[in-house]
């Protein structure tokens, strides 16, 4: 992707400089590095599947509004010699946010069920589509919790 995005910005600038004048050739210029960073952090790394408890699910934020949510995972999660008294013993937690409406009107009525969860990783996040880098976009299953 980043082979394509190099290739337009020396296309695009060879045009925009015989045709269009040198001020929207500078004009270029100086955008292209916020669009780079930009479009790093949007793009996509990876996708994959979680599994665990609902545990919260909500609405957030000042001037986006975006679904958060977090699962609690199976399991226990410390160090090499974590133990009952160890202060970092914990569940493993999932993070993440939402950009389909619909998945989450579907989310926000599974607090406390057993879901799974297809995510899309991201290697950052941007603020108009959520908080986490982790972006779900479909609900494998449901269960109840037992």
Do not use: C
């Amino acid at each position: 992707m980043m082979i394509f995005t190099s290739i337009y910005g020396v296309v695009d600038g060879y045009f925009v400089s015989n045709f269009a004048g040198k001020e929207p050739f500078a004009a270029v210029n100086l955008i292209m590095p916020f669009i780079m960073v930009v479009s790093t952090i949007g793009f996509m790394f990876g996708d994959g599947v979680k599994a665990g408890e609902l545990n919260q699910f909500t609405l957030k934020g000042y001037v986006f509004k975006t679904y958060e949510g977090r699962l609690i995972q199976a399991g226990f999660r410390g160090g090499v010699n974590a133990g009952a008294t160890d202060s970092n013993l914990g569940s493993y937690v999932f993070d993440f946010s939402v950009e389909n409406s619909a998945v989450a009107d579907s989310l926000m009525r599974m607090s406390g069920k057993t879901i799974e969860v297809h995510y899309k990783e991201y290697l950052g996040a941007l603020p108009w589509r959520g908080m986490q880098k982790h972006v779900v976009d479909r609900i494998l299953s449901v269960k109840e919790t037992p």
